[in-house]
């Protein structure tokens, strides 16, 4: 019996030359890995749960989005399921970050 | 914590391809493989990633394989391996 | 096909330490898993979850953990049997013994010998030994070396201008589970005079993952 190669799964598969450029994380990056250490500390996240949320982005968005989007993607969605964090409060959020950040760049 | 596989045994990876989490890589399923060594037991990631905080203790394998027997056109050295870690559920006898 | 890195903005990142709540680079855009991460730590720091200062000192934390740190581990191992039989058992344990935090994820270290080459890598992720050596480089993330250092590592180990002879085995680790791996390298020969903190110095990160081997001393 065999079965279908899931899109993370991809040991084995050919793929092109190793680009060995590559950039120091930014500091939302690292705010993302800081995010997960302390949820993780407060039980709130495992890693395990953290890695089947960004297998099930699935085809197309694994490959299209970057490691720490998938991460913050991931995180967002565990954090939600458990009733952390609700749509709701986290749209709101997102929108008033969106604006303070808007307002910045114009002044 | 009873291990149902010793240091030497021959293995094979099961050939199931449930959707979900899983840690056994697509490259070796149904491939054979030697136990090199016990490292010890760990709670079942598949129960943990689904939120299941109870998971069961699994005894963790780390089994190398010859790279000719993952690979039926392996260019590399003759001597060449990889080793992989499993949970114990992912193995069956050889 | 993809691109597996991260954002790159052609410039070099200072420390912005103060800045925690405005966006990293006021002129470029921001995206929208930017806005969300910012989001997420300013809603949980909102709830209680934790503080503004702990996210800053986890940052921190985060911050010291450096390839260096494996490079002194394994100048340590080469000049100390006993140090080296302890981290041959337990990473995490060994450099406890020294100081050095490593984290709570088990990081076991596989030595190389003349017959023996190891290469780490995580096929299904990206697991790294970051409790000690920080985060990993692009590359090991990328597609191209996830799918291919199992399948081909020689050609792998070729484009880092590592060549080993047939007559070596080369062993590629697979860090599907718990444990995570760290490289023992050989120390280089014409190195007998040196002391660890000069030992140190050869240990680079693409040999503690075993894409590479030491430096030689007095190279380049």
């Known amino acids: ?107 | 914590m009873s291990e149902r596989f010793s240091v030497g045994d021959r293995v094979r990876v099961r050939r199931a391809y449930p959707p979900g989490h899983v840690r056994a890589p697509y490259f070796t399923r149904g491939k054979v493989g030697e136990v090199q060594a016990i490292a010890g037991s760990y709670r079942n990631p598949e129960q943990l990633a689904y939120g299941i905080t109870d998971a069961e203790r699994l005894p963790l394998y780390r089994v190398i394989f010859r790279q000719s027997d993952l690979w039926s056109d392996y260019e590399g050295g003759p001597k060449d391996t990889t080793v992989v870690d499993f949970y114990e559920n992912w193995l069956d006898p050889a | 096909m993809t691109n597996e890195h991260e954002h790159t903005h052609g410039h070099d990142h200072d420390h912005d330490h103060d800045r925690t709540f405005q966006p990293d680079i006021e002129d470029s855009p921001f995206t929208h898993y930017q806005v969300m991460a910012e989001a997420l730590g300013e809603l949980l720091i909102d709830k209680g979850i934790f503080s503004a200062d702990d996210l800053r000192r986890q940052i921190e934390h985060l911050d010291t953990r450096t390839p260096a740190l494996g490079a002194d581990v394994i100048a340590r191992a080469w000049t100390d049997p006993d140090f080296k039989a302890k981290l041959m058992e337990n990473v995490n344990e060994a450099t406890e013994s020294i100081g050095v935090d490593a984290g709570d994820i088990p990081i076991r270290a596989v030595e190389n010998t003349p017959e023996t080459h190891n290469v780490i890598v995580c096929t299904l992720c990206s697991c790294y030994p970051r409790g000690l050596l920080g985060p990993p480089p692009d590359w090991y993330k990328s597609r191209a070396y996830r799918s291919r250092t199992v399948r081909e590592p020689r050609a792998i180990l070729a484009e880092f201008g590592t060549n080993l002879s047939d007559d070596v085995e080369v062993r590629v680790h697979d860090s599907t589970a718990d444990l995570r791996y760290i490289v023992l390298p050989m120390r280089p020969d014409g190195t007998d005079g040196m002391d660890a903190a000069e030992l140190a110095k050869l240990v680079t990160r693409d040999c503690l993952i075993g894409v590479s081997l030491p430096d030689d001393p007095g190279g380049a």
Request: hydrophobic share 35%.
């Open chain 1, 1 to 107: 019996m065999t079965g279908p190669r899931r899109v993370h799964d991809m040991g084995g598969q050919d793929a092109g030359p190793i680009e060995t450029e590559g950039h120091v994380n930014e500091p939302w990056e690292k705010r993302m890995d800081a995010i997960r250490m302390l949820c993780g500390q407060r039980e709130l996240l495992r890693t395990d749960e953290m890695r089947r949320n960004i297998e099930d982005l699935g085809p197309g968005v694994y490959t299209e989005l970057g490691y720490y989007e998938r991460w913050c993607a991931a995180i967002s969605n565990v954090l939600l399921q458990k009733k952390v964090i609700s749509v709701d409060e986290l749209g709101r959020k997102m929108a008033e970050v969106e604006e303070r950040w808007t307002k910045a760049r114009k002044s």
